[in-house]
């Protein structure tokens, strides 16, 4: 079953709907220009209300991995997205995970699907010994002056080789523009192990719509019992 996060919570309600509608994560961001930017109490107080069997993911973006640990231990956080500081010639972030600074279980790592596209029989994520706790690679359309969050999908035809060459040493998370009407074209392209929304299911920055979440939901769920 693809792995659904909604992304951007910035209220309870909003989180209480995503959980009703089936997400399987629900995400919280702390990168400072971003319009779904959330304080520590703030995250706190919704994460202590969710239920155990649906993930909170901080993510972060223009921090070190310490201090992201460090933010994702205050608020309880059962795992954290993080967007490296930079990169190196072969994709991968310089600031890789490691577990003395990481207490959530589980990583999400954050790539720009540019750094990708074209490289599909060169692509070297080497990150598989930080420790064991990465749980997918996620490919966005973001860049360095915005890492996420664009609302602005990237090209699945174009990105489909190398989504495939990824996805054989890593489950592959995609993100970027998704919506509820075409979040099932992006799975039958891409096939991805899981899909994170947040601008795609907005009424307005920072605030979901009801509809759009249960409905984008929905629609992989379609899928999935389609392929199932």
Known sequence: M?????????????????????????????YEKSPRRIGVDAAREIVAKLPQNVESVGVFAGESVARAGEIGSRVGFDALQVYPLSWNKDGAGENAPATSTLRPKKIYLAFPMAKFVGQEHAVNVDVESREGVLVALLLDS?????????GVQFDWNQAAPAVAALSRIR????AGGLTPGNVGEAIGILQPWGVDVASGVEASPGRKDPEK????????????????
């Open 213 to 228: 979440v249960r409905a984008f939901v929905n629609a992989v769920r379609a899928l999935d019992r389609k392929t199932s």
């Open 171 to 174: 489950n592959v998370v995609i």
């Open 2 to 30: 693809t792995w659904v996060k909604i992304c951007g919570m910035t209220n309870l309600e909003d989180a209480l709907t995503a959980v009703e509608a089936g997400a399987d994560a629900v995400g919280f961001v702390f």
């Open 142 to 150: 973001g860049g360095a002056r915005q890492p996420g969050g664009t």
